[in-house]
């Protein structure tokens, strides 16, 4: 494991590690080593899934679902 533990991270550095891994995925994918995309991969799936139990009823944008997508391609 890399880093600290997701559920010990408080909300706001929880959000604020997000936001680095989601800035910092592009980068890594094109010039990261193997070893290194794997760990932005695992630590982003632990984050996520940790904001996901925090935020169990967070706003979903309805153009953001599957409806909303085939609703745009007409």
Excluded: C, W, Y
Aim: hydrophobic share 25%.
């Amino acid at each position: 494991m890399t880093g600290v533990d997701p559920a010990d991270l408080s909300d706001e550095q929880l959000i604020k590690e997000l936001e680095t891994l989601h800035r910092t995925r592009h980068e890594t994918l094109l010039h990261g080593s193997q070893d290194a995309l794997g760990a932005h991969t695992e630590r982003s799936s632990r984050l996520e899934t940790e904001f996901l139990r925090r935020n169990p009823q967070r706003s979903v944008d309805p153009e953001r679902t599957r409806e909303g997508a085939r609703a745009r391609e007409l």
